[in-house]
């Protein structure tokens, strides 16, 4: 059911974003709860929220119900969702998505993997995922550097689904978002920037990517480094300019 859109868009209003950010350590130690694709951090973020991630964080089982309308299955349905069973995390994320996907009649099956293997054999395999019916596959995703196109391309860009070691693990292959990325190579500056916020909405406009939270990660130091800060590209501190003072 899920190649319909609307399937996947009664995914996106039916999932409790609080029980999954709960999972990840709650808005604190977790992270801020997700609706885009990218998160604040880069460079192109736009905020909007299709799915009233924001506005109805616990889920929005009016509109999904309406969503499984429109795709005709009306009492739900059933699909299998991958995860890396040796994450605890990921492991207490997807089973709140389970539990939340159920209001709404939707049958998830847990299906966990090892993620030394995750991307080259199971999730990160097409093959594998049509095969095994995956309609859901958890995962987690940080930028090589902090634009749009470093976050976007390798999860969303058509011609990045490869046979195994896939991170297009949605198959999101849209003329309408690949056209964009062109496009995106023929402009620089304010021009390009925005077009990062345009792929951002048109895949969530095709519901192929249910955010959960903009993670964050807890950073600590003592009192006598100098010269810390954290380094964009990298989102952790840069351990080559640090000092010690006496």
Request: hydrophobic share 40%; net charge neutral; glycine share 10%.
């Amino acid at each position: 059911p899920l190649n319909n859109v609307h399937c996947r868009q009664a995914i996106e209003y039916a999932a409790n974003k609080v029980t999954m950010q709960t999972a990840w350590g709650g808005p604190i130690a977790g992270g801020q709860i997700g609706s885009t694709v990218m998160p604040p951090n880069i460079v192109g973020y736009k905020s909007f929220d299709y799915y009233n991630a924001l506005s109805q964080s616990t889920g929005d089982l009016t509109d999904a119900k309406t969503q499984l309308q429109m795709c005709g299955q009306p009492n739900g349905f059933s699909t299998n969702l991958a995860y890396r069973s040796d994450r605890p995390t990921e492991t207490a994320a997807v089973t709140a998505l389970q539990a939340s996907l159920a209001q709404a009649g939707i049958k998830v099956t847990l299906k966990g993997f090892p993620a030394g293997s995750y991307y080259t054999d199971f999730a990160g395999a097409p093959a594998y995922v049509h095969s095994h019916n995956l309609g859901l596959a958890a995962g987690g995703w940080g930028a090589d550097w902090p634009d749009g196109f470093g976050f976007l391309d390798s999860l969303v860009a058509g011609n990045t689904i490869v046979a195994t070691g896939n991170t297009n693990i949605s198959e999101e292959n849209n003329p309408v978002v690949n056209n964009l990325f062109t496009q995106s190579s023929k402009v620089t500056g304010a021009a390009r920037t925005a077009i990062w916020s345009e792929i951002d909405q048109q895949v969530m406009k095709d519901a192929v990517i249910l955010p959960m939270v903009y993670q964050k990660v807890l950073l600590f130091r003592p009192t006598n480094l100098t010269n810390v800060y954290v380094q964009a590209y990298y989102g952790m501190y840069n351990y080559a300019v640090m000092g010690v003072s006496s």
